[in-house]
């Protein structure tokens, strides 16, 4: 039996790799980590097939002796602080969620002298400044984060690179760009305008959606093809190295509204809110994954149509 922990279970991430594992590999037990506040309606249906343990990550002891306890063979390091705007309200946190976060990982496995795989979550987010001659991105390209989100990310991206360089831990560097899909959380773009559309659907709500930058372009790839790539990433990536997990597509955030808005029948008038805006966002993400796919012949499969028509539905059933 391989034991397999995932950090974050709870999220939206989270949940999708565990449901994916649990349907897809045969000799596991499936591990995973939250918090008191963290709310268990992702992983319902899933309850009683998982193993749950109370962990702190920003809190060594917690996380050393969660680490002895379970022991496992692969870990898959999902929690994290993963929303932009909150780390400029509270970029102290963000950073010690994220990197002291992972550090208490990595220096607990060092510590209990395991020998696991440790997929990690790095971002698209810390390309950051972007410029027209540099897309599709590739993983070479420089770094230029713009905001403590970014910033937190780049630095979890390298302390996978040291800790591999210097104690041979089986590091796996996932750059992954915007993933989407059911569950999303509400704050993110995408579930936020579905679920917008649903509430004028329902009645709830006046017919007029609210939106922050529309001009930003991103590359979408639905969760669940996100989360059979790091189960590819660990099974298959060569320790150390950093891959990029992208779609190869982009659209404008309006394009991908009009997709929406197209999947309902509500007539909804746009309407921007100042305080939806962002002291600095990133103008476009369009990833370059054949370093990936090379590696493990992963490819997205799910299409963009797909993946927004299910999160809308996701909304109109809640
Ligand atoms: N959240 C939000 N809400 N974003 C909006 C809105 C709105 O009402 N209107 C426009 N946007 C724009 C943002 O300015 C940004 O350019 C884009 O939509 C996407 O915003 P988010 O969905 O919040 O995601 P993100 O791109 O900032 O970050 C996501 O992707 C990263 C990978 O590139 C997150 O999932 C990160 O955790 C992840 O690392």
Same mark, same amino acid.
Not at 27 to 50: A, P
Not at 52 to 69: A, N, Q, R, T
Not at 218 to 240: H, I
């Given at each position: 039996?391989?034991?397999?922990?995932?950090?974050?279970?709870?999220?939206?991430?989270?949940?999708?790799?565990?449901?994916?594992?649990?349907?897809?590999?045969?000799?596991?037990?499936?591990?995973?980590?939250?918090?008191?506040?963290?709310?268990?309606?992702?992983?319902?249906?899933?309850?009683?097939?998982?193993?749950?343990?109370?962990?702190?990550?920003?809190?060594?002891?917690?996380?050393?002796?969660?680490?002895?306890?379970?022991?496992?063979?692969?870990?898959?390091?999902?929690?994290?602080?993963?929303?932009?705007?909150?780390?400029? *309200?509270?970029?102290?946190?963000?950073?010690?969620?994220?990197?002291?976060?992972?550090?208490?990982?990595?220096?607990?496995?060092?510590?209990?002298?395991?020998?696991?795989?440790?997929?990690?979550?790095?971002?698209?987010?810390?390309?950051?400044?972007?410029?027209?001659?540099?897309?599709?991105?590739?993983?070479?390209?420089?770094?230029?984060?713009?905001?403590?989100?970014?910033?937190?990310?780049?630095?979890?991206?390298?302390?996978?690179?040291?800790?591999?360089?210097?104690?041979?831990?089986?590091?796996?560097?996932?750059?992954?760009?915007?993933?989407?899909?059911?569950?999303?959380?509400?704050?993110?773009?995408?579930?936020?305008?579905?679920?917008?559309?649903?509430?004028?659907?329902?009645?709830? *709500?006046?017919?007029?959606?609210?939106?922050?930058?529309?001009?930003?372009?991103?590359?979408?790839?639905?969760?669940?093809?996100?989360?059979?790539?790091?189960?590819?990433?660990?099974?298959?990536?060569?320790?150390?190295?950093?891959?990029?997990?992208?779609?190869?597509?982009?659209?404008?955030?309006?394009?991908?509204?009009?997709?929406?808005?197209?999947?309902?029948?509500?007539?909804?008038?746009?309407?921007?809110?100042?305080?939806?805006?962002?002291?600095?966002?990133?103008?476009?993400?369009?990833?370059?994954?054949?370093?990936?796919?090379?590696?493990?012949?992963?490819?997205?499969?799910?299409?963009?149509?797909?993946?927004?028509?299910?999160?809308?539905?996701?909304?109109?059933?809640?």
């Amino acid at each position: 039996m391989r034991k397999v922990l995932i950090t974050g279970i709870t999220g939206f991430a989270g949940s999708h790799l565990a449901e994916w594992v649990l349907s897809n590999q045969k000799d596991v037990e499936v591990y995973g980590t939250y918090r008191v506040r963290s709310r268990m309606e992702n992983i319902q249906d899933i309850l009683s097939e998982i193993h749950l343990y109370e962990c702190e990550l920003k809190d060594p002891h917690s996380v050393s002796e969660m680490i002895k306890k379970i022991k496992p063979d692969v870990i898959f390091h999902l929690a994290a602080q993963s929303f932009v705007p909150t780390s400029w *309200n509270s970029p102290g946190e963000t950073l010690i969620a994220n990197q002291v976060g992972q550090l208490n990982l990595f220096e607990a496995v060092l510590k209990h002298d395991l020998d696991c795989r440790i997929q990690i979550a790095c971002s698209s987010e810390e390309y950051g400044q972007v410029y027209p001659d540099e897309v599709p991105i590739k993983e070479e390209n420089p770094l230029r984060p713009l905001s403590p989100y970014a910033v937190s990310k780049v630095g979890q991206d390298y302390l996978g690179y040291q800790y591999h360089k210097s104690y041979g831990l089986k590091v796996f560097r996932t750059r992954t760009f915007n993933h989407t899909g059911p569950r999303r959380g509400e704050s993110f773009v995408t579930s936020n305008f579905a679920k917008q559309i649903a509430e004028i659907e329902k009645g709830n *709500n006046p017919p007029v959606i609210y939106v922050g930058n529309l001009k930003a372009k991103r590359d979408f790839t639905d969760v669940r093809d996100v989360v059979r790539a790091y189960w590819l990433a660990v099974e298959k990536g060569v320790p150390g190295e950093v891959y990029n997990i992208a779609s190869g597509v982009t659209y404008t955030i309006e394009e991908m509204l009009h997709k929406l808005l197209r999947m309902s029948k509500a007539e909804i008038e746009i309407r921007q809110d100042p305080g939806r805006m962002r002291p600095s966002d990133v103008d476009i993400l369009l990833g370059n994954y054949e370093k990936f796919h090379k590696q493990t012949g992963w490819k997205p499969e799910i299409p963009f149509d797909q993946t927004l028509q299910d999160l809308l539905d996701y909304w109109r059933a809640r």
